[in-house]
């Protein structure tokens, strides 16, 4: 029989709300339908499927041939995606040492040889990439941190003049925020809470 401190654990957890999503699954491509944890970490957010999938819509779904770097990886949604779609290589930056080491082992549990995951700081990744090098950048960073300008404008000088920046915050950003920045608008969705936007260099 419960104690009634234990009785109220027990109601607790049931009416608590877990933070993580629990998995996603890759929504085209090779891998099409495959599954990825979701760990559960503060402020950790999978890109949501509707929002995957309108972004793949636009950039196109063939990626052969594209270089692509996700720089705040997370649980891999966006970079896997890309992989899936037959991207030629993508970088996945992620910095907790555990979401980089579940990535590594998704990786190779899919035989991803056009993936590399490393750990680090994701804006110092993005200026580390050659001037126009990337086809396609995935800027995600924590919502509450203030990491999204100097990404933006270390991502502006590493997209290739055809390439695209995919950006997703909790604002909209407007024509007027990113112009100094080199960047244009594309396209833009709100999802819930989260704001996503397709970006070019101007």
Same mark, same amino acid.
């Given at each position: 029989?419960?104690?009634?401190?234990?009785?109220?654990?027990?109601?607790?957890?049931?009416?608590?709300?877990?933070?993580?999503? $629990?998995?996603?699954?890759?929504?085209?491509?090779?891998?099409?339908?495959?599954?990825?944890?979701?760990?559960?970490?503060?402020?950790?957010?999978?890109?949501?499927?509707?929002?995957?999938?309108?972004?793949?819509?636009?950039?196109?779904?063939?990626?052969? $041939?594209?270089?692509?770097? !996700?720089a705040?990886?997370?649980? $891999?949604?966006?970079?896997f995606?890309?992989?899936?779609? $037959?991207?030629a290589?993508v970088?996945?930056?992620?910095?907790?040492?555990?979401?980089?080491?579940?990535?590594?082992?998704?990786?190779?549990k899919?035989?991803?040889?056009?993936?590399?995951?490393?750990?680090? !700081?994701?804006?110092?990744?993005?200026?580390?990439c050659?001037?126009?090098?990337?086809?396609?950048?995935?800027?995600d960073?924590?919502?509450?941190?203030?990491?999204?300008?100097?990404?933006?404008?270390?991502?502006?000088?590493?997209?290739?003049?055809?390439?695209?920046?995919?950006?997703?915050?909790?604002?909209?950003?407007?024509?007027?925020?990113?112009?100094?920045?080199g960047?244009?608008?594309?396209?833009?969705?709100?999802?819930?809470?989260?704001?996503?936007?397709?970006?070019?260099?101007?």
């Amino acid at each position: 029989m419960l104690s009634p401190t234990a009785k109220k654990a027990a109601v607790a957890s049931k009416a608590a709300p877990s933070r993580g999503v $629990g998995e996603v699954r890759i929504i085209g491509g090779q891998w099409k339908r495959t599954r990825l944890p979701v760990a559960d970490r503060p402020g950790l957010r999978p890109t949501p499927d509707r929002v995957r999938e309108t972004l793949f819509n636009w950039v196109g779904q063939d990626l052969t $041939g594209w270089q692509c770097l !996700d720089a705040f990886a997370g649980t $891999g949604a966006l970079g896997f995606e890309a992989a899936s779609r $037959g991207a030629a290589q993508v970088l996945m930056n992620e910095s907790d040492a555990g979401l980089a080491t579940q990535l590594k082992s998704i990786a190779v549990k899919l035989q991803a040889a056009n993936v590399k995951i490393q750990r680090g !700081d994701g804006v110092g990744v993005l200026r580390q990439c050659a001037p126009g090098s990337m086809h396609l950048l995935f800027i995600d960073p924590p919502f509450e941190g203030d990491l999204f300008a100097p990404a933006l404008a270390a991502a502006a000088k590493a997209v290739a003049d055809d390439g695209f920046i995919y950006l997703e915050s909790p604002t909209a950003w407007s024509e007027e925020a990113l112009a100094p920045l080199g960047l244009a608008l594309h396209r833009h969705l709100k999802a819930g809470a989260v704001h996503a936007h397709l970006l070019r260099k101007i």
